[in-house]
């Protein structure tokens, strides 16, 4: 099996957020969305085979636990890209010998990124 893609939820009008931080600070390409899906709103990016839908959830409440974790080639200077676009990286030691932080998203949504060529976490 292979993931296709991860959703996450928004906030119903958010796609100029997410596409300042999934294009602009994280360089996610923005795909077109299905002719079918367009009317519900939010926005589709990918980067590599790292592909993310952000859809519209009239009861959005944010992911603070269940994440998507990325691989970074430079994560350090991924950390320092997210800070000054005022996403602070929350760095975490708690898995002996992967480098790895946590930062949200606009909308509150727990995202994890990873030292690539480190494995994946395991919580």
């Known amino acids: 099996m292979k993931l296709d893609h991860i959703q996450l939820a928004m ?18 390409i923005e795909e ?27 009861n959005f409440v944010p992911q603070r636990k269940a994440h998507p974790a990325f691989l970074a080639a430079d994560i350090g200077e991924l950390a320092q890209r997210l800070e000054q676009g005022g996403y602070p ?11 790895r932080f946590y930062t ?10 990873m030292e690539a060529g480190q494995g994946s976490s395991e919580e």
């Open 89 to 99: 990286a929350q760095w975490n030691e708690a898995l002996p010998g992967r480098i």
């Open 32 to 58: 077109e969305k299905p002719e079918p899906l367009r009317g519900r709103g939010g926005c589709w990016f990918r980067n590599g085979d790292a592909i993310v839908h952000l859809g519209i959830d009239p």
């Open 11 to 28: 906030l119903e009008g958010g796609e100029h957020q997410a596409r300042s931080f999934f294009a602009d600070t994280l360089g996610f």
């Open 104 to 113: 949200s998203d606009p909308f509150g949504n727990r995202i994890e990124f």
